[in-house]
């Protein structure tokens, strides 16, 4: 079936560091893809998407590559703050379907 | 901007008691979704929902679920008998078209919780 893999675990880091958060997919069909964000006590809030392959989809200086070559959609941000502080769901939606399949999450932590 | 609103934030029922959680959609959206997310698993798509209709649902959407939309900005999702395992952050989302490119925009979650 389709579905999304995330790096297990939480992510610390500190302030103005690089982060990455690997995110891959299988899918039956032709996946557009997602990176959601979730900051405490919010709902879910689309951060960037890419709807088909090698499309880059950016946003807040975070970015995210479609490859298709390796079924994949890194989210990076070359510096981060202490409000990106959050959740962030890699997600895939097959063309034809309804349904969004998520990731289970990487909680982020940027330490000052 | 224009946002997902739910009701209630936390809701906590005994096992066998039904429940309606609520959400209000996007105002021109036409396509309104549930999901939901057990604490540390994915989260799961429940039911699509357009024009009056179901239009696709997971295995998880079984008998005791069901969805309404009683008026033209409420969209409901209704529990009959719950369970145990049925306590879990539910979400609605709404879209303004069906294709797999548009964005799904979520609410905060109704978080539930089954004694």
């Known amino acids: 079936g389709d579905s999304v893999t995330q790096m297990e675990g939480p992510v610390t880091l500190s302030e103005e560091a690089f982060l990455t958060i690997n995110c891959t997919y299988t899918a039956t069909g032709y996946p557009s893809l997602f990176w959601y964000v979730q900051y405490p006590g919010e709902g879910l809030q689309l951060l960037l998407k890419?709807?088909?392959?090698?499309d880059k989809g950016s946003n807040k200086g975070f970015e995210a590559t479609y490859r298709k070559e390796t079924t994949s959609f890194h989210l990076e941000k070359g510096s981060v703050q202490v409000s990106d502080s959050a959740v962030y769901f890699c997600a895939l939606r097959i063309y034809g379907n309804n349904r969004l399949a998520f990731g289970k999450g990487n909680q982020v932590v940027v330490i000052p | 901007e224009p946002e997902v609103t739910q009701t209630p934030s936390h809701q906590v029922t005994q096992m066998g008691q039904e429940v309606i959680l609520r959400c209000v959609p996007i105002s021109n959206h036409l396509y309104f979704y549930w999901y939901r997310q057990i604490l540390g698993q994915k989260v799961e798509f429940l039911v699509s929902f357009y024009n009056n209709e179901i239009s696709e649902k997971s295995e998880i959407f079984d008998d005791q679920f069901s969805v309404e939309r009683p008026d033209g900005s409420n969209f409901t999702l209704k529990i009959r008998s719950t369970k145990l395992e049925d306590s879990a952050m539910y979400f609605c989302?709404?879209?303004?078209?069906?294709?797999?490119?548009?964005?799904?925009?979520f609410g905060p979650g109704t978080r539930l919780t089954v004694l």
């Open positions: 989302a709404s879209s303004r078209l069906a294709a797999s490119t548009d964005t799904q925009y």
């Open positions: 890419a709807t088909k392959a090698d």
